[in-house]
């Protein structure tokens, strides 16, 4: 079995994920960007606080309900994730 990577290393690869992510080829669909979004915010600071926007502030509501369901979500898998979405609109 695979030692579990170093949390150095992890931190290191999402930074430059997030690096990456600012010179994807093509600029992602709103899904994506939310996915990204709420990735990155729940392996920077942890469950989403506050409460919801209201009124005519759509991104803001969009933003909040996606970081809302990782609630619960280790920082390490949001890490992972955050990495994995990148890799995969480099790909693309």
Not at 1 to 9: E, L, W
Not at 84 to 91: A, G, I, S, T
């Amino acid at each position: 079995m695979a030692a579990a990577p170093k949390k150095d290393d992890l931190k290191a690869k999402f930074e430059a994920a997030a690096a990456a992510a600012k010179k994807t080829r093509k600029k992602p669909d709103n899904a994506t960007l939310l996915k990204l979004y709420s990735y990155y915010k729940q392996a920077t600071e942890g469950d989403c606080k506050g409460d919801r926007p209201g009124g005519f502030d759509f991104v803001g509501g969009a933003k909040h309900d996606a970081w809302s369901k990782l609630a619960g979500m280790s920082r390490d898998d949001a890490m992972n994730n955050y990495i994995k979405q990148v890799d995969k609109l480099n790909r693309e």
